[in-house]
C-alpha cells in the first residue's frame, strides 16, 4: 500500500515502568515544535524574506496547518497530517512538484533525520535550508523538546518510513554545539531610498526602506555606481546581516542593483498575529519632495495617499489606510453597499483572495 505522503506518525512513552500516562504540557510542546517546524520551512518555500521577528502570513498558516487524524492512548501517539487539501500539478518532471505544505513536510523530516544521525548537523541542514537564521530557528526548536539522559520521556517520528526516528538522549549534546553557531548571514533583497553615501575607508551607503534604513557595504570598484544612484529608489540584493539593532547588506556585483520606480506591498498585516499575504502585490508610486524633505506614496486603484519623512512610515499609513478599506467594505454587510462601493469591494476581495 502506497504511503501518504501528507502524514507523520508521533510518539510519546514514558521510560517509568510504574507511569504509562504522558503529560499534556509535554504533548504541547512536542506537537508545538513540530507546527513550528512546518511553518518556518513553508515561509522559506513562499519565497518570503527572513523575518526577525512577528509572526507567519496566514498563506503559510494555511498550506503548513497540522492536524490531528487519529489518537492512540497506549502513552500517546498520533497521526498528523496537513489540514489544507489542495493538490499539487500532475508533472512529476518538475523537481518542486507538490503544494507548498507537502514540500514544508518533506523538508521538515529531512531537518529531524540530520538532527538525528549527521554530526555537523548546522551545516548539512544548511544544505537543505540555505539561511542560517532559518536553521537557527529550527534548531532551537528541536533542542527546546529534545529529551536528555535523565527525561522523563522517549519520543520518536515516522515520515512514511519502515523506522520512525527517535529523539536519542545522547545526541542532545551535538544539537545544543549546533545552536552555539550564531546566525551571521542570509540572503536577501531590498527595495528603497538611496539617501547617503560614504566615499571613505568603510565604504558604506545607506537605504531608507520599508523596513527601516539599511547599511550596504560594497567594494571600491562599485563606487561609481552607488555615486550615480544616490537619491534613486534602488532595489538590491545580497548578503544580510544583522548586528544589534542595525541590519547590514553586502554588495559586491554591479547587476545586484537595479533603479525601480516604484514601491510594492505584498502583504498587511491586522495585528493580533493576522498576516494577509495579497495575491496580487499592489503597486505605489513613490516620489520624493526635496523642499518638504518627506516621500509622497500613492496608488490610483485604491485611491491610497500617504505623505512620510522615510518609507517605513510611509508604508505604516499605505498598510492602515488598505485595513480601513477592508473594515470599511469586506466585512461589511453588502446590502449596505451601493454600486461604487460594490465595484471596490470587489477589487478588495481580489486582492485578498485567501481569505474568501
Not at 52 to 58: E, K, L, S, V, Y
Not at 187 to 212: H, M, V, Y
Request: one cysteine or more.
Amino acid at each position: 500500500m502506497k504511503k501518504n505522503i501528507r502524514e507523520i506518525e508521533v510518539f510519546i512513552t514514558s521510560n517509568k515502568e510504574s507511569q504509562s500516562a504522558v503529560s499534556i504540557s509535554v504533548i504541547s510542546d512536542y506537537l508545538h515544535m513540530l507546527q513550528s517546524l512546518m511553518y518556518i520551512t513553508g515561509d522559506f518555500l513562499e519565497g518570503n524574506n527572513y523575518r526577525t521577528g512577528g509572526n507567519f502570513p496566514n498563506s503559510v498558516k494555511k498550506r503548513c496547518d497540522l492536524v490531528v487524524k487519529d489518537l492512540k492512548f497506549s502513552s500517546f501517539g498520533a497521526t498528523i497530517t496537513l489540514s489544507d487539501s489542495q493538490t499539487p500539478l500532475p508533472f512529476p518532471e518538475f523537481p518542486e512538484q507538490g503544494t507548498i505544505g507537502e514540500r514544508a513536510l518533506k523538508m521538515t523530516k529531512d531537518i529531524i533525520e540530520i538532527s538525528a544521525d549527521k554530526d555537523d548537523i548546522y551545516s548539512d541542514i544548511f544544505e537543505t535550508l540555505p539561511d542560517e537564521f532559518r536553521v537557527h530557528r529550527c534548531l532551537k526548536e528541536l533542542e527546546s523538546i529534545w529529551p536528555d539522559e535523565k527525561s522523563e520521556y522517549s519520543f520518536n517520528i515516522g515520515f512514511n518510513s519502515k523506522r520512525p526516528i527517535d529523539f536519542d538522549p545522547k545526541r542532545k549534546s551535538i544539537l545544543q554545539n549546533a545552536i552555539k553557531k550564531a546566525p551571521e548571514k542570509y540572503k536577501g533583497i531590498i527595495t528603497g531610498r538611496l539617501i547617503e553615501f560614504r566615499a571613505d575607508r568603510k565604504r558604506q551607503c545607506i537605504i531608507d526602506t520599508p523596513d527601516g534604513e539599511v547599511i550596504c557595504k560594497f567594494e571600491a570598484e562599485l563606487q561609481n555606481t552607488i555615486f550615480q544612484n544616490l537619491t534613486k529608489l534602488v532595489t538590491m540584493s545580497g548578503m544580510m546581516e544583522k548586528k544589534k539593532s542595525s541590519v547590514f547588506l553586502e554588495f559586491n556585483d554591479k547587476s545586484a542593483l537595479k533603479v525601480v520606480d516604484s514601491l510594492t506591498l505584498s502583504e498587511v498585516d491586522f495585528g493580533e498575529g493576522d498576516i494577509k499575504k495579497l495575491a496580487c502585490p499592489i503597486t505605489l508610486h513613490t516620489d520624493y519632495e526635496d523642499e518638504s524633505d518627506s516621500y509622497i506614496i500613492s496608488n490610483d486603484d485604491f485611491k491610497l495617499l500617504a505623505v512620510a519623512n522615510n518609507l517605513k512610515s510611509g508604508m505604516a499609513l499605505i498598510s492602515e489606510e488598505l485595513k480601513i478599506l477592508f473594515e470599511e467594505y469586506v466585512e461589511e454587510d453588502i446590502s449596505n453597499l451601493t454600486g461604487g462601493a460594490i465595484l471596490l469591494r470587489e477589487k478588495l476581495q481580489n486582492i485578498f483572495v485567501e481569505d474568501f
